[in-house]
C-alpha cells in the first residue's frame, strides 16, 4: 500500500516568503507527526495531531510556524516570513496511534526547505 | 529537556568488521526506539525496547536497552555495504513526544 508522501519534494523560496508544506499520512492512521531535520542532527519534533487537534504543539520554534489537519488526514505545515534559519528537511510521520511506544511512526521522505 | 547522546558520530569500517553504536541518557525514557536513516528518505524503524535490561535481536543487529532505561547499545555484527546509513535512537518520556540523538553515519567499505 502507499506510504506516507510530502509534496514538494523540494522547496525553493525568498526570505520572508510564505510556504506551505503538505503530508499525506497512511489511511487510517490518526496520529501525525511533524519533525525538522537540520544537516547532521537528529529529527526534532515540531508538532503533533490526535484527529483534527493539535495534541502538542509545544515543538513549533515560534508564531511563524502553524500546521493544520482540518479533516484528521491530510495536514499542511505553513511558515510564514521565512527566514534562511528555517532552511531544513520537513519530515511528516504518521501511526495508528498516539504513542510511539506502542505504534510504530511511518516516515515520509520529507521536504528539503532552502530559503535564500 | 531530556536529550540523548549518541556516540561515535561518525563510523568509517571495512566489511566483516563488528561495531557497536551507543546512546545515553540521564533520562530515563520509557522506550527507546532505533531508526536507519538514508540520504533523501525518512527514518525507518528498525525496534522498539520497552523493557529494562531488553536484548532483541534482527538478524545480524543486537538492540540492548539499559537496566534503568537510560541508555541503548546497537551492535551489528558482520557488517556489509547495505549496513551503510544513519543510525538514530530516539527515546519517548514523560510528554510521549519522541526526542531524537544526533545520529551515527556508518560507512561500510566493501
Known amino acids: 500500500g502507499a506510504g506516507v508522501s510530502q509534496t514538494p519534494s523540494n522547496k525553493v523560496t525568498e526570505k520572508g516568503k510564505y510556504v506551505e508544506l503538505r503530508c499525506d499520512p497512511i489511511?487510517?492512521?490518526?496520529?501525525l507527526y511533524w519533525y525538522r531535520q537540520s544537516l547532521g542532527q537528529g529529527p526534532e519534533f515540531l508538532i503533533y495531531?490526535?484527529?483534527?487537534?493539535?495534541?502538542?504543539d509545544s515543538g513549533l520554534p515560534n508564531d511563524r510556524f502553524f500546521a493544520v489537519r482540518p479533516e484528521g488526514s491530510v495536514s499542511t505545515l505553513k511558515i510564514q516570513r521565512t527566514e534562511r534559519g528555517d532552511s531544513a528537511v520537513y519530515l511528516c510521520?504518521?501511526?495508528?496511534?498516539?504513542?510511539?511506544?506502542?505504534?510504530?511512526?511511518?516516515f515520509g521522505p520529507g521536504t528539503r526547505l532552502t530559503v535564500l | 529537556t531530556q536529550l540523548l547522546e549518541q556516540s561515535p558520530q561518525f563510523l568509517s569500517i571495512q566489511e566483516g568488521e563488528n561495531l557497536t553504536v551507543y546512546c545515553n541518557s540521564s533520562?530515563?525514557?520509557?522506550?527507546l526506539q532505533w531508526y536507519r536513516q538514508e540520504p533523501g528518505e525518512g527514518p525507518v524503524l528498525l525496534v522498539t525496547?520497552?523493557?529494562?535490561?531488553e536484548v532483541k535481536k534482527l538478524k545480524r543487529l543486537t538492540f540492548q536497552f539499559g537496566d534503568a532505561r537510560k541508555d541503548s547499545s546497537l551492535h551489528i555484527t558482520a557488517a556489509q555495504p547495505g549496513d551503510t546509513g544513519l543510525y538514530l535512537c530516539?527515546?519517548?518520556?514523560?510528554?510521549?513526544?519522541?526526542?531524537f540523538g544526533r545520529g551515527t553515519s556508518l560507512i561500510v567499505h566493501p
Open positions: 510521520a504518521s501511526s495508528v496511534g498516539w504513542t510511539v511506544s506502542y505504534n510504530e511512526q511511518f
Open positions: 489511511s487510517g492512521h490518526t496520529a
Open positions: 495531531f490526535q484527529g483534527t487537534g493539535a495534541a502538542d
Open positions: 533520562s530515563v525514557f520509557s522506550s
Open positions: 525496547v520497552v523493557t529494562g535490561g
Open positions: 530516539a527515546g519517548e518520556g514523560g510528554s510521549y513526544i519522541p526526542t
